[in-house]
């Protein structure tokens, strides 16, 4: 037997469960703890914690070791960051802590330095991000600047003043003969307008270009995007599979990134502020901008992707759920726009005939003030390419998944209640196509694919899913191991025992006697 004093501080308890919970306080019963019978306890060194005290799990933003802190419930989170700071063996003071939810992703960061841990709602087995960086002022929010420069024209189609145009904004060229790539001819956008579009007499639609890659300098992958490089390839044979991220295979950005600078401003501030004061950052001195709707679209990028684009000038960044940490970008833009808080801004990209890849991307905007039905939307992408609505077929690409979800008007939906499926109307916003800014419609012409049995996947889809595919596995591996090594520890037998039978006795009154 091993007794405390032989184990460092004196040992404390574990449960060991799936996800092992913080250590034990002393002074807590078994009932509060949860422990039934067969269930594994974990002795280990280190002190118990008091009742008082909070044992939190820590890891850099940018790492993936994990390790614990001990400390009291009354201190500061500027205290817990400094002894946070310490236990990684860092330095300086430029550091702040962030919130993690329940799969570990990040939140909102502790902002208010001189809140108590206690009141900041943090429980024992919590996990906390620390990040580089000093905190702003409180009631200020520091975010990341980036200038995106789209592979494609900006302007604002004339179809959100004209739902009657019937000339096409954008035009595939499609070569029937041979069936090859598309081809886009390269427009060379610089200062153009509508209106002067217009009165352009182009065979084929008003706006078509080429991306080249050795012209234009930049690398296009198999689905027509250019790679941002946030997520690098990783060879399969190098790195198990369950331990890749399916991240690398996302589409890239269809453009150039390129980060500014950060700047600090008011929760409270509005959009049309946050405009102006990106404005005097030095990387856009240079820039020629009549007034702040010609700057400049602004949204939110989420994971290194397009998000949100904030369309009312008058909302707030608190109304907009802007935090310190969070990534805005911003596109100067040839001509003014103001767009409806019904529009979504989304990129369509057409299906190469005969393999599995796409072409550039292009921008839509769709008012949804308009109809919020599928058919609504594919009409105007219809138009837009100069496809007939007979011929053409769209599907969202849900990133996640790597799936893409064909856009039709009646979805079979399954009912909790009578497990039995019924037929419900689409809606482009809700479930299950939940069309969102910086979302990405796949478009394949019928003429050649008069069999409808291209699925819009990609290569990439299919090593994502393999990916997606062999985390769950080896999650359910890990789950049976467990479950098969602690029915060992019970009695030794893989299989759990069968419960004696015990005979039951009913007692039935004699109601002839009483009557």
């Known amino acids: 037997l091993i007794s405390s004093a032989t184990l ?9 469960d799936e996800c092992p919970g ?9 009932d509060q703890v949860g422990v039934v019978q067969g269930h594994c306890i974990i002795l280990e060194p280190g002190p118990p914690p008091t009742p008082s005290q909070l044992v939190l799990r820590c890891r850099l933003s940018s790492g993936t070791k994990e390790w614990e802190v001990t400390v009291d419930e009354g201190a500061t989170v500027a205290e817990c960051c400094q002894l946070v700071v310490l236990s990684a063996g860092l330095q300086g003071n430029q550091w702040h802590l962030r919130r993690t939810n329940w799969c570990g992703e990040a939140t909102e960061v502790l902002d208010d330095e001189t809140s108590v841990l206690s009141k900041e709602n943090l429980k024992s087995g919590d996990l906390l991000l620390i990040e580089e960086g000093k905190l702003p002022p409180k009631n200020f929010v520091r975010l990341a600047v980036s200038l995106f420069t789209p592979s494609y024209p900006t302007c604002t189609p004339a179809y959100l003043t004209d739902p009657d145009l019937t000339s096409g904004l954008l035009s595939w060229v499609m070569d029937s003969a041979t069936g090859m790539k598309l081809s886009l001819l390269k427009w060379q956008y610089i200062g153009l307008n509508i209106e002067m579009l217009l009165k352009m007499e182009l065979t084929s639609g008003l706006l078509s270009w080429v991306m080249d890659s050795a012209t234009v300098g930049v690398d296009i992958n198999e689905q027509g995007f250019t790679h941002d490089g946030d997520f690098p390839r990783v060879d399969p044979n190098e790195v198990p599979l369950h331990l890749q991220s399916p991240a690398q295979f996302y589409p890239g950005l269809p453009g150039c990134l390129v980060g500014l600078d950060s700047i600090e401003i008011h929760r409270d501030s509005t959009i049309e502020e946050l405009k ?3 404005l005097t950052l030095p990387a856009l001195g240079g820039a020629v901008i009549p007034t702040l709707d010609f700057l400049l679209r602004v949204r939110e990028m989420v994971n290194g992707r397009l998000g949100k684009v904030f369309k009312n000038p008058q909302q707030t960044l608190r109304r907009n759920k802007m935090e310190t940490g969070s990534h805005v970008c911003v596109t100067v833009l040839e001509q003014e726009e103001t767009l409806p808080a019904t529009a979504i801004v989304v990129h369509i990209q057409a299906r190469t005939p005969g393999r ?7 921008e839509v905007i769709y008012d949804c003030n308009r109809s919020t039905k599928p058919a609504e ?18 599907a969202k690409h849900k990133l996640e998944s790597f799936e893409w979800i064909v856009l039709q008007e009646n979805y079979n939906k399954e009912s909790r209640k009578k497990k039995k499926s019924k037929s419900t109307a689409a809606n482009i916003k809700n479930s299950p196509i939940c069309l969102r800014d910086g979302d990405t419609l796949g478009l ?10 291209d699925d819009f996947s990609t290569e990439s889809d299919d090593r994502g899913k393999e990916i997606l595919t062999a985390v769950q596995e080896e999650k359910r591996r890990k789950r049976k191991l467990k479950s098969t090594d602690l029915l060992d520890e019970r009695g030794g037998a893989n299989q759990r025992p069968r419960r ?3 005979g039951i006795k009913i007692f039935v009154p004699d109601y002839k006697r009483s009557s």
């Open 8 to 16: 460092l501080g004196g040992g404390r308890l574990r449960l060991d």
């Open 22 to 30: 913080p250590p034990l306080h002393e002074e807590q019963t078994l």
């Open 356 to 362: 599995r890849s796409y072409g550039p991307a292009a």
């Open 276 to 278: 102006a004061l990106i």
């Open 377 to 394: 939307l594919v009409k105007l992408v219809s138009r837009l390419v100069q496809i007939d609505v007979s011929h053409l077929r769209v």
């Open 444 to 453: 394949k012409n019928l003429q050649y694919d008069p069999e409808d049995a």
């Open 500 to 502: 004696t039978e015990v």
